[in-house]
C-alpha cells in the first residue's frame, strides 16, 4: 500500500505538501518498472516549473525517462545525494529518495492529484 | 480486408524456468527473453566476481557439411574458415557485395568436413539465406540446426570450476575459442570456450529437448558458488564493458569491418574471391571514413545510443551504445567518430538532451579480466 499522506500522478510521481512548499519523487511502482537507477538529472535551484512540465530525467542501466512536475512553481532544493547514491531512489523512494522540493504556486493543485486509493487502482489496473 | 495478428514472440526451451524465476521478459527478436532476474547490477556483479547462467537458445545455429564445406564458407565470409584446426573457432563476419556487414558470426570447425556457424537470434533468416544462395554448386549442404539446439552459456572466474564435476572433459584441454564434444550432467554436449562477457565462461550446444536439463543441472551445482541465472540486460553491459560490438549498434547494414575496428577478422590474404573481397580491399588500402572508439564521459551525463558527438569543429560522428559501468562506475560508450578523432586521449562532447557532457577516448576494452 502506498503512502497515505501523499498525493499522485498518473506519471507515477508522489507529492508531499507541507505548507506552501512540497517535497517530490517517484513512487516505488515507477523505481520498479525503471531498475536499478544509476542516473537522475536534477533540475537547478531556481527554476520555474510547469503543472505537467519536464524538470528532470531518471536514467536506469538500459532506459532514460522524464520527470513531470505534479504541481506549478519553482525549485528551491533538489536532493544532491542522488548524484553519488541514485540507487536512493530504488531503495528509500518516499525518503531518503526525494528528488525536489518546490515551493507551490497553488497549494490547490495538490488536492486535484490522485490520493493513494485512486493510485493504488491506477498501479493495480496494470 | 483484416489485417493479420502480430506474430507471437518464440519460447525458448526455458521460458517457464524464467517465469518460475521471477524473471522481467521482453521481446527480442522475435523470442520472449529475460532481461533481468534479480537486477541488472547485481547480475553483472555476479558475473564478474562469480558466474552467470545465460540462456541463449535464440541464436541461430548453422551447420555445413560437406567436402566443400570450408571452401564454400571461405567464399562466403570475409574470414578463412579452412585455416582452423578441427575443435577450433574463430570470429567472423557475413557481408555483402559493398563490404556492408550483414551479421557477426562465431564459426566452429567441429568435424574436417562439418562447421557449425552460429548467428545473432536477429539475423539468423538472413544469415542462412545468404549461405544457401553462396553455397550453391558446392559440394557442401547448409542445415540450418537452430531449433533443434538449446544454447546455455556459464561466465565468469567460477565457470570452470562449477561445469568441471558435471562434465567428463577436461575442461583445461579446451583453450580460448576451442569446442569440445562431451557431455554435461549426463546431456551431450557441444562445450566451446567462447562467450560474449570478457569473462572466462563455455558455452554449452545441447539437443532443444535437453536445454531443461542442462540449465537445472549447471544452476543447481553452480548456486552454492555463486552462481545466478543472468539476463539480456546485463549481457549488453558485460559486453560493453568488454568492448565488444552489438549487431545493430555498432555493426550494421551500413558499416563495413574497418568502420568497426574489425579489419584483423578480413583475411584479404586467402585464396579465392569471397562476397565483399573488392569493396573490402578498397576500405582496407583508402582507410575507413569513420572510426569506432571507446568513450569514459569525464562529466556528468550518459551517453546513450544516438546522442551526437562533437568535436571543435563540429560533428564528427554519433553514439553507438552506452551505459553507466557497474565495474568502472563511470558512464562509458561506443561510438563513431572521423579518424582525425580517434586517437586515445581526445576530448570531445556528447550531445545529450540539451547539454554537451565532455567525453575522453579510451582504447578498448573498458574491462580486461584479471590475468
Same mark, same amino acid.
Given at each position: ?20 512548499? &512540497?517535497? =517530490? ?5 515507477? &523505481? ?24 528532470? =530525467? ?5 532506459? =532514460? ?52 486509493? &485512486? ?8 | ?168 572433459? *577436461? ?23 567462447? @562467450?560474449?562477457?570478457?569473462? *572466462? ?5 545441447? *539437443? ?22 543472468? @539476463? ?27 568502420? !568497426? ?52 569543429? @563540429? ?24 579518424? !582525425? ?31
Amino acid at each position: 500500500m502506498v503512502p497515505g499522506d501523499l498525493r499522485y500522478t498518473k506519471d507515477h510521481e508522489w507529492i508531499r505538501v507541507e505548507g506552501d512548499e &512540497a517535497l =517530490v519523487g517517484i513512487t516505488q511502482y515507477a &523505481a520498479d518498472q525503471l531498475g536499478d537507477i544509476v542516473f537522475v538529472e536534477l533540475p537547478d535551484v531556481g527554476r520555474a516549473l510547469d503543472a505537467h512540465g519536464t524538470f528532470g =530525467v531518471v536514467e536506469s542501466v538500459k532506459a =532514460v525517462s522524464d520527470l513531470y512536475a505534479p504541481v506549478g512553481g519553482e525549485v528551491v532544493a533538489t536532493n544532491d545525494a542522488l548524484t553519488g547514491k541514485p540507487e536512493l531512489v530504488n531503495d528509500d523512494p518516499y525518503g531518503e529518495g526525494w528528488i525536489m522540493r518546490v515551493r507551490l504556486a497553488d497549494a490547490a493543485q495538490a488536492d486535484g492529484l490522485l490520493d493513494a486509493d &485512486a493510485y493504488e487502482q491506477l498501479i493495480a489496473g496494470g | 480486408m483484416t489485417q493479420a495478428p502480430p506474430p507471437v514472440p518464440s519460447a525458448t526451451p526455458l521460458l517457464d524456468r524464467h517465469e518460475a524465476l521471477g524473471a522481467r521478459l521482453i521481446e527480442f527478436a522475435g523470442w520472449l527473453m529475460p532481461v533481468s532476474y534479480t537486477g541488472i547490477i547485481e547480475e553483472h556483479r555476479a558475473v564478474r566476481s562469480a558466474a552467470g547462467l545465460f540462456d541463449l537458445s535464440h541464436m541461430g545455429e548453422l551447420v555445413v557439411e560437406g567436402p566443400e564445406a570450408g571452401a564454400g564458407l571461405a567464399a562466403a565470409l570475409v574470414s578463412d574458415p579452412p585455416s582452423l584446426a578441427v575443435g577450433r573457432a574463430h570470429y567472423s563476419m557475413i557481408c555483402a557485395p559493398d563490404g556492408g556487414i550483414l551479421d557477426d558470426l562465431i564459426v566452429y570447425r567441429v568435424a574436417p568436413e562439418r562447421f557449425m556457424v552460429v548467428a545473432n537470434a536477429s539475423n539468423a533468416e538472413v544469415v542462412s539465406d545468404a549461405l544457401v544462395e553462396r553455397l550453391a554448386g558446392r559440394s557442401a549442404v547448409l542445415d540450418d540446426r537452430s531449433l533443434a539446439t538449446g544454447l546455455v552459456a556459464i561466465q565468469g572466474p567460477r565457470a570452470g570450476a562449477i561445469l568441471q564435476p558435471l562434465t567428463d572433459v *577436461d575442461l583445461g584441454t579446451i583453450r580460448y575459442y576451442g569446442i569440445a564434444e562431451g557431455h554435461v550432467a549426463g546431456i551431450p554436449a557441444s562445450i566451446a570456450r567462447t @562467450g560474449y562477457t570478457g569473462e *572466462d565462461g563455455f558455452e554449452l550446444f545441447v *539437443d532443444v529437448d535437453r536445454t531443461g536439463d542442462a540449465w537445472d543441472a549447471v544452476l543447481a551445482a553452480g548456486r552454492p558458488e555463486g552462481l545466478v541465472p543472468v @539476463g539480456l540486460g546485463a549481457r549488453d553491459t558485460l559486453r560493453l564493458e568488454a568492448g565488444m560490438p552489438l549487431y545493430g549498434n555498432e555493426l550494421d547494414r551500413h558499416t563495413n569491418p574497418y568502420e !568497426a575496428g574489425l579489419g584483423r577478422v578480413v583475411k584479404l590474404e586467402k585464396e579465392g574471391d569471397f562476397v565483399g573481397r573488392s569493396a573490402l580491399e578498397k576500405v582496407a588500402h583508402d582507410g575507413p571514413s569513420r572510426r569506432l572508439v571507446g568513450l569514459v564521459m569525464r562529466g556528468r551525463g550518459i551517453a546513450r545510443h544516438g546522442h551526437p558527438v562533437l568535436d571543435a569543429g @563540429g560533428r564528427t560522428g554519433e553514439i553507438t551504445s552506452g551505459t553507466m559501468s557497474p565495474t568502472l562506475g563511470e558512464a562509458i560508450a561506443m561510438g563513431y567518430v572521423a579518424p !582525425a578523432d580517434a586517437e586515445p586521449a581526445t576530448m570531445l562532447d556528447v550531445e545529450i538532451r540539451e547539454a554537451r557532457v565532455p567525453a575522453e577516448v579510451v582504447s578498448l576494452p573498458f574491462y580486461r579480466r584479471p590475468a
